[in-house]
């Protein structure tokens, strides 16, 4: 999608918010004992409460009103009766719909206590995101975007998942522009138009090279196996850089 105005604007805006606030009070309810299907009801009261809908369950039926991944599962977790645990892992991914406009974010948790090096590797997949985030500007090219994280990522000793890409977004969950690498793709040749809306999403991993599907029609795991975290924010190419949406305030 790319913004015609400033009623699109506020839209998406608004619906950034409610995500942003719905993954806040999600994450913060996180401790040992809780269920992943408990912890996605409190996602769903939220995005409900604010009158908006789970975008995966509108558009592709997925079982959950949020993706909740634990541990060895990158990505698309299903809520259930897992348990979280001590020292787990925890992906949150939460997109939703209101008034026709969508958004998407996730971020990855520790349950403390935690060794150091998954404790860094949480810290740093959020500095991935924004490393990425910082080469967002109109007239400049995407390939930017994974070409800096691809940096990050080889000089803290990282490997990217290079089979989940972001993704176009606004109008609907996922739409042009498609297959946003967020690593180095020397095919990359397109540019960002002022207004285009899209989401930026590493999956930052100590080994972790693809994603691969498990058991179920939905639940991602990492190949080779390997602790592996998520971030993502939806954000605006503009002439001044990125306008991030998703954020809680």
Not at 135 to 162: S, W
Not at 165 to 174: D, F
Not at 200 to 222: K, M, N, R, V
Request: glycine share 10%; net charge negative.
């Amino acid at each position: 999608m790319v913004i015609s105005n400033d009623d699109e604007l506020t839209k998406l805006k608004e619906i950034g918010r409610i995500c942003a606030r719905a993954l806040d009070r999600m994450a913060a309810s996180l401790e040992p004992g809780i269920t992943t299907r408990e912890l996605d009801m409190i996602g769903r009261k939220m995005l409900e409460d604010a009158g908006a809908r789970s975008a995966p369950e509108l558009c592709y039926q997925f079982p959950g009103a949020t993706c909740i991944s634990v541990n060895e599962e990158v990505a698309h977790g299903i809520p259930g009766d897992r348990v979280i645990g001590a020292g787990d892992l925890v992906n949150i991914d939460v997109s939703a719909e209101k008034d026709g406009f969508f958004s998407d974010m996730g971020a990855s948790f520790t349950v403390p206590p935690v060794t150091p090096k998954l404790a860094k590797l949480t810290r740093d997949g959020k500095r991935a995101l924004w490393v990425g985030l910082n080469q967002v500007k109109a007239g400049q090219p995407l390939a930017g975007i994974g070409n800096a994280i691809g940096a990050f990522a080889r000089k803290n000793r990282y490997t990217l998942i290079t089979n989940l890409a972001s993704h176009g977004v606004g109008r609907s969950l996922h739409e042009e522009p498609t297959e946003l690498s967020t690593w180095p793709d020397p095919e990359e040749d397109r540019i960002m138009q002022d207004g285009l809306v899209f989401t930026i999403e590493p999956f930052l991993s100590l080994g972790g090279h693809f994603a691969e599907d498990g058991d179920d029609p939905w639940t991602l795991y990492s190949e080779p196996r390997a602790p592996t975290v998520q971030f993502e924010h939806t954000v605006v190419a503009t002439r001044n850089g990125p306008l991030v949406l998703t954020l809680a305030d």
